[in-house]
C-alpha cells in the first residue's frame, strides 16, 4: 500500500474539488447497489460502478492501485465473511448474502472515497444488525469529526458503538486522510483512546470506515493476495465516507443531495444524504430500515 506521509490541510477550494470527486463516486457506489440482487456477479456490480465513473470522466482509484500485485478492478466487492479487497470476478450473489462495496474516484487530481452493505434479497437478523450497527458506528465517527477534538476520540466513538452491541473492529485496517493521494496521514484505526493522536483541524479530510466482525476481531488473506476474510469465517461488514473537518462542523464529501434520492428506500437514503443522528435517532432509524 502506498502512503503518503504528512497532514494535510485543504483549502476551501480543495475541499470543493474532493467534494465533486466524492458526488461522483457516490454516484458510482450508488449504481453499483441498485444492481446487488441474486444471481448478479460481482464482476457485473464493479462494470457498473465503473460506467459512471467513464460517464464523468473520473479515474477509478484503485485499479492498478499497488500491492502484492496491481489491484485489477474498479471497486472491490467482498461477500459475507469477506471483510474487505475481494476482487470482483464470476461470484454470483445469493438471496441472504451481504455484500461490501467499496469504490474511489479521482476528479481533477482529488480522490473520493466511500463504501457501503448491502443485503442481497431476505437476509437474517444477524446480517441486518450487523448492518444497522456498522453504519450506526459510522456515523458515531463522524459526530467526532470537529474542531479541536483528536483522532482518538474518533476512533474510540466507533470502537465503543460496535463494541456495545456485541460485534468487533478489526485491529488491522484503518480509516485514513485522503485528498490528492488515496492515503494520507493520519491513520485513524477503529478503535482508541479518547483524547489521543492528532488533532482536528479544519480542512483536514479523512475517509472513516469502521470494518466490523460479527464475530472476533481476528483476519487473514486469501490466496488472491487481496481478499481479507474473518478468520472464523462469520459475517463483515464495512461502511465509509470521506468527510472534511470545519469550523461548522463535520461536512461528508462522498454524500449525495437529498434531491437526487426521491423514492429510496430509507436506508439508502440515509446513507448517501449523509445523514447524522444521536444514538437514540439511530436506533429508530435501524427499525425503520428493516421495514422498508
Not at 128 to 156: F, K, N
Amino acid at each position: 500500500m502506498t502512503w503518503h506521509r504528512g497532514v494535510e490541510i485543504k483549502s476551501e477550494r480543495e475541499l470543493s474539488g474532493m467534494r465533486r470527486a466524492g458526488r461522483v463516486n457516490a454516484l458510482a457506489l450508488a449504481a453499483a447497489v441498485d444492481l446487488a440482487r441474486p444471481g448478479v456477479t460481482t464482476a457485473e456490480i464493479d462494470a457498473a460502478a465503473a460506467a459512471v465513473l467513464r460517464q464523468h470522466g473520473a479515474e477509478p482509484a484503485f485499479l492498478n492501485y499497488p500491492g502484492p500485485y496491481p489491484y485489477p478492478a474498479v471497486t472491490t466487492v467482498s461477500v459475507n465473511d469477506e471483510l474487505v479487497h475481494g476482487i470482483p470476478g464470476p461470484r454470483r450473489l445469493a438471496e441472504g448474502d451481504i455484500v461490501s462495496i467499496d469504490c474511489g474516484a479521482v476528479v481533477d487530481g482529488f480522490v473520493g472515497d466511500s463504501a457501503l452493505t448491502v443485503g442481497v434479497g431476505r437476509i437474517s437478523a444477524e446480517a441486518q444488525s450487523l448492518i444497522d450497527v456498522t453504519l450506526g458506528s459510522l456515523q458515531a465517527g463522524i459526530a467526532e469529526m470537529r474542531p479541536g477534538r483528536r483522532t482518538g476520540d474518533v476512533s474510540a466513538a466507533i470502537q465503543a458503538y460496535v463494541e456495545g452491541h456485541g460485534f468487533s473492529v478489526t485491529r488491522e485496517y484503518t480509516g485514513h486522510g485522503v485528498g490528492r493521494h488515496m492515503h494520507e496521514d493520519p491513520q485513524v484505526p477503529n478503535y482508541g483512546v479518547a483524547g489521543k493522536g492528532v488533532v482536528l483541524r479544519p480542512g483536514l479530510t479523512i475517509a472513516l470506515e469502521p470494518m466490523v466482525l460479527a464475530g472476533g476481531p481476528e483476519t487473514h488473506v486469501l490466496d488472491d493476495a487481496w481478499t481479507v476474510v474473518s478468520r472464523d469465517g462469520r459475517l463483515t461488514a464495512h461502511f465509509e465516507h470521506t468527510v472534511a473537518v470545519t469550523a461548522g462542523g463535520p461536512m461528508i464529501l462522498t454524500a449525495l443531495e437529498e434531491s437526487m434520492l426521491e423514492g429510496r428506500p430509507a436506508w439508502y437514503t440515509e446513507y448517501f444524504a449523509g445523514l447524522l443522528r444521536t444514538p437514540v435517532e439511530r436506533a429508530s432509524w435501524a427499525e425503520g430500515a428493516r421495514k422498508a
